[in-house]
């Protein structure tokens, strides 16, 4: 698969989609059987409690992933990504009411970075509950 998106179709400040995911506990159930992640306070309301967290919380993976998501969508070809980083922030918590919470993420092509690879730096902003979750995230991605 090659991306979708022209490398000259897009310059620093170029918007992509904004997204928001939702998040539940079935989902960090079925996360947490597919990464071998049990760890209990992505389940376990009482555990996540104890040891001092406000209530269940998403994998720090999991969140990274549902993010990322914005930039392969966009491009068309998950294989178009190059690189990604990001920096833990807060957690996403993760309450048993019913909706759970919410990912919500802006990105924005922040640099063309090499024409002759054909690659951009896009920013993401990635929040939950009003409050950023995920700080200096970046993916480098390849274009058409």
């Given at each position: 698969?090659?991306?979708?998106?022209?490398?000259?179709?897009?310059?620093?400040?170029?918007?992509?989609?904004?997204?928001?995911?939702?998040?539940d506990r079935e989902r960090l159930v079925r996360y947490a059987g597919a990464s071998g992640d049990f760890n209990p306070i992505h389940w376990n309301e009482r555990f996540a409690k104890d040891v001092g967290l406000p209530d269940v919380i998403a994998h720090g993976m999991f969140t990274m992933a549902?993010?990322?998501?914005?930039?392969?969508?966009?491009?068309?070809?998950?294989?178009?990504?190059?690189?990604?980083?990001?920096?833990?922030?807060?957690?996403?918590?993760?309450?048993?009411?019913?909706?759970?919470?919410?990912?919500?993420?802006?990105?924005?092509?922040?640099?063309?970075?090499?024409?002759?690879?054909?690659?951009?730096?896009?920013?993401?902003?990635?929040?939950?509950?009003?409050?950023?979750?995920?700080?200096?995230?970046?993916?480098?991605?390849?274009?058409?």
């Open positions: 698969m090659t991306a979708k998106v022209a490398y000259t179709d897009v310059e620093a400040g170029t918007e992509l989609p904004t997204r928001a995911f939702p998040v549902e993010a990322v998501r914005v930039v392969t969508d966009w491009a068309g070809d998950p294989g178009s990504l190059v690189e990604y980083g990001v920096r833990f922030t807060k957690p996403v918590v993760v309450p048993d009411d019913g909706e759970g919470a919410v990912i919500e993420v802006a990105a924005k092509v922040g640099a063309k970075l090499d024409d002759e690879a054909r690659t951009v730096q896009v920013d993401l902003t990635v929040t939950s509950a009003g409050q950023k979750v995920l700080s200096m995230s970046r993916a480098v991605v390849r274009l058409a």
